[in-house]
């Protein structure tokens, strides 16, 4: 068997039937309206577009029910939806849901002969080996699929499949079904998985998943041996993606996600025995808990880096983790978060299962859980019995791989805690040194997470702006990796510092302290540069400020870059105060005093509108700026409403509580740490130093984007290359499938100018129109959807990389031309075009005064056909490097620029 020895199965029909029957008896229940009701399979392929699943009236997604097809409605609003777009949404996780049935319908009938639900199973496998060949290998967005449109979702799918095959086949009861299964589904989708590697991303663990588990189904060990062992397999992705305190390195969203694909990749190579190191298995076990760890005292979790935002923990997938943790291993943390879960303190909901589209989860309202609630997975693994839940609560914690520090205070109810570490990949949110503060149910600093990837909006929660982290002259941070500096824990006192490059442009180290009290939360930023910069913190925050100068109209101006987040903005208004004046935050909801803040420097605050949480409309946020070239920021915030009056004293602030008998507190970072003085009403001082310095490496916080000044030494002009198959960026078409585009590229200079010639061998050619209505695939611009040219250019002394997007229209009469990247540093540009033989050519000329003697670029040709509506290909001048084109947009990484140099 794929998921347990054959020798195990006995023993699980007992508990299915004994202790576990509550949970059997309602996934039964369930599979009777599905014999009833279920919808045909579908024919057509899912699509995925920006309107597609979304409430056009607030953003909302919209409701997936398996059977109405063609009627969705909006949770938030009410309103009912149809049309194809919604409809080929809805086909998503319509066909997940099918499949996660076939092994519903299997297992029921492995562990209690229900005849009808093996012949459910059988004709899903049926079906799906008569239309697999026919869904279409076209117009995918983030890898190749027939059913689908990215390869994960098909492996989530096939992975379903061929577990819903190995019960029927235990059982006796697959029959001809599973052999045309095999042949006709499982061999070919699992090598059109394979096709497509995501390295360390999250997805390619369920890539690894599928192929292990159709390994299984038809004997490949050499397909095995790819998903155990390959350079992105799951022995590797153990040892990195997993990092070493057991949090997934893209925050807790994705590990819930990613957790569960290494479930069934590690279950699957147990039963296979395949050997995984011990010390790797001691990570996945603790993965089972660390989502607990960082959650808010609510039990839902931060929304960090790209996470849904307010998801709750109180999920029957996340019971069914710890179960299946538990049954692995003893772990008080694990019994703890069950005794929550299982906790009688709210209602009881619909739990949303009967709609679960196998492991795509949909995040449903929180409920109370019990046993009966769980997934088929824990009639497989759950114990027989549970230990004793003890609710004991979760402790403060740092998790140091992950970089990311927790307080608790006030019995659970106080939350504070400091984001500084891992950059969290592709998934990761410029955000180093973000602050976290919650009390109870209120979120005070939270994280916004993000909303949907194909709208517009994913620019702003993907900016530093949208976060409480520093950012410098209006710039979003670098992607990079903070350090811990410090950390120290003492029962109702801690402290942690850290800190991070927040500018690579000039060079800025921020450093930021949290120190937690038991009823108060003390921040500090501190920042260091040559010369005088722009610092500005954003405070997410539902408040009214207070200070010396009225709020006046006045623009809040920033950075023009994509994901720098000021164009988001609207309705600002600044009011002017000097250095050190203490401004108070009036909490929205009670008029009480919640934080005070001082800055050492003259400083702007600001009050603006701004994005709220996905599908929440708009809400305020405040900002604080300053132009320095050092300064500190220094916050004391009252959760719980128990500080009177903060002032600053010789350096020192002083904070006096609500309550005369809590006493005063002093407060000072210096060298050594965080200085507290306790006076008590009796007027006796008691003098604290929390330290806790770690041993820290120069290199950890640096920028992770390398420049083409590390690049091999620039090529003199005149520079010129031929592009062919090497250079193909294909989507699910090979270079020759494609038609085998070429061009050439030349680039030259005289005395008073750069010119790159681009000379592209395609026919027919499908230039996309000025006027063409724009099909709202997702938040990419439609341009690229076209025959064109992408030049991508840096210039010694740029602060970033500038780029365009050239493509012929009209007859070539003229070439039409967007810039994509850049702002001030973006030099003159003159794009000609015109028709040739076969083909096109597009002569760009840039004045050779705006260019540096040793200058980098590169050249994208994007290639259309007719036929699509996303783009075939691109042939890409320094190389394709084994990529494919999905999820590339109008963006290059600047590493991968080859660099030039000009004639004297």
């Known amino acids: 068997m794929i998921l347990l020895n054959s020798s195990e ?41 920006r309107d597609g699943g979304r409430c056009p009236l607030d953003g909302a997604p919209l409701e997936f029910d398996p059977y109405s097809p063609h009627a969705h409605r909006c949770p938030t609003c009410g309103t009912v939806y149809g049309g194809e777009r919604h409809h080929r949404w809805w086909l998503m996780f319509a066909q997940l849901w099918r499949a996660e049935r076939a092994v519903h319908g299997a297992l029921l009938n492995a562990l209690h002969f229900d005849a009808r639900l093996a012949a459910f199973a059988r004709a899903t496998l049926d079906e799906y080996a008569d239309r697999y060949a026919r869904y279409p290998l076209d117009d995918n967005v983030l890898g190749p699929s027939r059913p689908f449109f990215s390869t994960y979702l098909e492996s989530i799918w096939l992975l379903q499949l061929c577990i819903a095959a190995d019960l029927l086949d235990a ?31 999250n997805r390619q663990l369920w890539n690894n998943a599928a192929m292990l588990a159709a390994a299984r189904v038809l004997g490949d060990a050499a397909l095995a041996g790819h998903a155990m062992h390959s350079p992105s397999g799951l022995i590797v992705q153990l040892g990195t993606g997993l990092l070493a305190d057991g949090s997934w390195y893209e925050g807790e969203n994705y590990h819930l996600f990613s957790h569960r694909g290494l479930w069934y990749g590690v279950v699957m190579a147990e039963a296979a025995g395949h050997e995984i190191p011990v010390e790797l298995l001691a990570r996945f076990q603790a993965g089972f808990s660390t989502p607990f760890l960082t959650a808010f005292p609510d039990l839902g979790f931060p929304a960090r880096r790209d996470s849904q935002y307010g998801a709750s923990l109180r999920q029957w997938r996340t019971a069914e983790s710890c179960e299946l943790g538990l049954a692995r291993a003893d772990d008080a943390r694990l019994t703890s978060a069950l005794a929550s879960l299982y906790a009688d303190d709210i209602p009881h909901r619909d739990t949303g299962r009967w709609r679960s589209a196998a492991e795509a989860e949909r995040n449903e309202p929180p409920s109370a859980l019990s046993r009966a609630d769980l997934g088929w997975r824990s009639l497989l693994f759950a114990g027989e019995a549970l230990p004793s839940l003890d609710r004991a609560g979760m402790p403060s914690a740092l998790l140091d791989a992950q970089g990311i520090a927790v307080f608790r205070r006030e019995r659970g109810d106080g939350y504070a805690a400091l984001d500084y570490g891992h950059h969290g990949g592709g998934h990761g949110h410029p955000d180093r040194l973000n602050l976290l503060l919650a009390h109870a149910t209120r979120r005070i600093l939270d994280d916004m997470g993000t909303g949907s990837y194909v709208d517009p909006t994913l620019h702003w929660y993907r900016s530093t702006l949208a976060h409480n982290a520093p950012l410098v002259n209006g710039r979003s941070q670098p992607p990079t990796s903070g350090t811990l500096l410090a950390y120290d824990e003492r029962e109702e006192l801690g402290w942690v510092c850290s800190s991070a490059r927040i500018s ?55 950075g023009d870059g994509l994901e720098d987040g000021f164009s988001f903005v609207r309705e600002a208004r600044r009011a002017r105060v000097p250095a050190n004046e203490i401004v108070r935050f009036i909490d929205d909801a009670s008029g009480n005093g919640l934080a005070w803040v001082t ?49 600053l004293e010789n350096g020192r602030l002083h904070i006096t509580r609500a309550s005369q008998a809590a006493g005063k507190v002093d407060y000072e970072w210096r060298g050594d740490g965080a200085h507290l003085d306790f006076l008590d009403p009796e007027g006796a001082r008691t003098h604290t130093v929390l330290s806790g310095f770690r041993a820290t490496e120069p290199s950890s916080s640096s920028q992770l984007a390398s420049t083409p000044a590390q690049a091999p030494a620039a090529h003199p002009l005149p520079f010129s290359r031929d592009l062919a198959e090497p250079h193909y960026r294909g989507s699910e078409h090979s270079w020759r499938d494609a038609g085998a585009p070429r061009a050439h590229v030349l680039v030259t200079a005289d005395e008073s100018e750069l010119e790159i010639l681009v000379t592209v061998r395609k026919s027919p050619l499908h230039f996309r129109a000025p006027d063409a209505p724009d099909p709202e695939l997702d938040n990419e611009h439609p341009d690229i959807h076209s025959d064109g040219v992408q030049l991508h250019f840096w210039s010694e002394g740029w602060r970033e990389p500038v780029a365009w997007l050239a493509i012929p229209e009209r007859d070539f009469a003229r070439t039409r031309v967007r810039r994509t990247a850049g702002a001030g540093d973006a030099p003159p540009i003159t794009a000609r075009s015109r028709e040739i033989s076969g083909g096109y050519e597009i002569r760009f000329t840039i004045p050779r005064s705006a260019v540096s003697p040793i200058f980098a670029l590169d050249v994208l040709v994007n290639e259309m056909s007719s036929d699509r509506q996303r783009r075939r290909g691109q042939l890409v001048l320094s190389g394709a490097r084994g990529d494919r084109v999905y999820l590339r947009g109008d963006r290059h990484p600047l590493e991968h620029f080859i660099p030039l140099r000009l004639p004297e």
């Open 9 to 49: 199965f006995p023993a699980r029909q007992r508990i299915a039937a004994g202790a576990l029957a509550p949970l059997a008896d309602s996934l039964r229940a369930g599979m009777e309206r599905v014999l009833r009701d279920a919808p045909a399979i579908s024919g057509q392929k899912a699509m995925l577009t």
């Open 171 to 201: 059982a006796d009861a697959g029959g001809a079904a599973t052999g045309s299964f095999r042949d006709r589904v499982a061999a070919p989708s699992a090598a059109l998985v394979r096709s497509y590697d995501e390295g360390e991303s």
């Open 504 to 558: 690579a442009q000039p060079p800025v180290i921020a450093q930021r302290a949290l120190t937690a009290l038991a009823h108060v939360v003390i921040d500090e930023l501190r920042w260091s540069s040559d010369a005088p910069v722009r610092i500005e913190l954003p405070v997410h925050a539902r408040v009214r400020l207070e200070c010396s100068a009225a709020l006046e109209a006045a623009p809040l101006e920033g």
């Open 599 to 647: 800055c050492s420097e003259d400083a702007e605050w600001f009050a603006a509108m701004a994005p709220g949480a996905p599908a929440s409309g708009e809400q305020p946020f405040l900002l604080l700026r300053t132009h320095a070239a050092q300064g500190r920021i220094r916050s004391v915030w009252s959760p719980a409403f128990t500080v009177r009056e903060v002032s």
